[in-house]
């Protein structure tokens, strides 16, 4: 965002110090306390329940997460001239979790699961509109994607080298997505996901190092954009399968990270064969091959043909972590 978006703090109920920029945000010293302003694309009412999420973690004792300011008029977002929306959101200082340090790894994963803990209300009915689409169905839909994908890059004359990695390896990865998906049809996955929501249990929607700040007095939780209601040992789930993709799949980092969550949440045997579902889904391979179907084919950026090879190269680690978890 641009310095034009720190016009709209003229409709906050705040005194500004000082002001720096952050990742596509500004970071502003205010007299109460430390606030980032970032542009808003999402839907307002989304934004509202995101909001009731936050003050009901801050009502159970969890203080460090980034609650939406209202502006003077009681909005939660606030308009520039040309109509761009703009929140104004707790902040703080420190740094983002390491994923190359154990411990703040660790330490991350410690304050999901008290997270978790006290992530549940019985949702009222507006609010099931913001709950995870079942696992069966998410994966189905991924398989499908994959075919078309498939189809498409086969029919290109001249093929690039993402093209020709993609294509050598479709029938492994493939492979592991239709087992997933059938297996999450067998193992009722669907029911696992309706017991949650009934129990009212709250997800982060995307937990991941970039979301979590530490320092030596706190560790705050951010960006609760995507949260939901859904299975608990998803967000665990996410943060697992990127810390293990940049850990070279290190089994002992992956299992210390169950074992932290379990000693907090323990985690009950139905999450724990849903963790094994979608860990055995190849995630990573569909999003590699989903982000080449929909962006510019004459020009595949180095880094991505370098993250398929990775993958590829990564499987028979891979393998030996999901046996550990059967």
């Known amino acids: 965002m641009n310095e034009k978006g720190l016009k709209i703090l003229e409709q906050y109920d705040l005194t500004v110090y000082s002001t720096r920029r952050g990742r596509n945000s500004w970071i502003c010293e205010t007299d109460r306390g430390l ?20 003050a009901h973690l801050k009502e159970e004792g969890y203080p460090y997460v980034d609650l939406v300011m209202e502006t003077r008029e ?6 520039d001239r040309e109509e761009i929306r703009y929140v104004v959101k707790d902040w703080f200082e420190g740094r983002e979790c390491d994923t190359k340090s154990e411990e703040d790894i660790l330490e991350a994963v410690q304050n999901l699961a008290k997270l978790h803990k006290i992530l549940c209300y019985i949702p009222e009915e507006e ?26 890059a086969r029919r290109r004359r001249k093929k690039n080298a993402f093209e020709e990695s993609f294509l050598n390896s479709f029938s492994m990865f493939f492979e592991q997505a239709k087992e997933a998906a059938e297996c999450a049809e067998k193992m009722c996955s669907r029911q696992c996901l309706e017991e949650s929501i009934r129990r009212g249990q709250l997800c982060h929607g995307e937990y991941n190092q970039h979301n979590v700040i530490l320092n030596r007095h706190m560790i705050a939780t951010t960006n609760f954009y995507k949260c939901c209601y859904g299975v608990a040992i998803s967000d665990l789930y996410q943060f697992l399968r990127k810390i293990m993709e940049k850990q070279n799949w290190n089994v002992r980092i992956g299992m210390n990270m169950i074992e932290t969550y379990d000693k907090i949440r323990p985690i009950p045997e139905d999450e724990r064969q849903y963790l094994r579902l979608q860990m055995a889904y190849p995630e990573k391979f569909f999003k590699l091959v989903n982000c080449y179907y929909n962006t ?27 046996k550990l978890l059967q």
């Open 74 to 79: 009681g909005a939660l977002f606030a308009q």
């Open 35 to 54: 606030k980032i302003v970032t542009e808003f694309l999402g839907a307002p009412k989304k934004l509202e329940f995101q909001n009731q999420v936050l």
């Open 296 to 322: 510019n084919k004459a020009w595949i950026p180095d880094k991505n043909t370098e993250k398929m090879e990775l993958l590829i190269r990564q499987q028979e680690k891979r393998k030996t972590f999901m």
């Open 127 to 152: 609010s099931l509109r913001y709950a995870q689409e079942p696992l069966e169905e998410e994966m189905r839909k991924h398989n499908q994607q994959l075919k078309k994908i498939y189809g498409f």
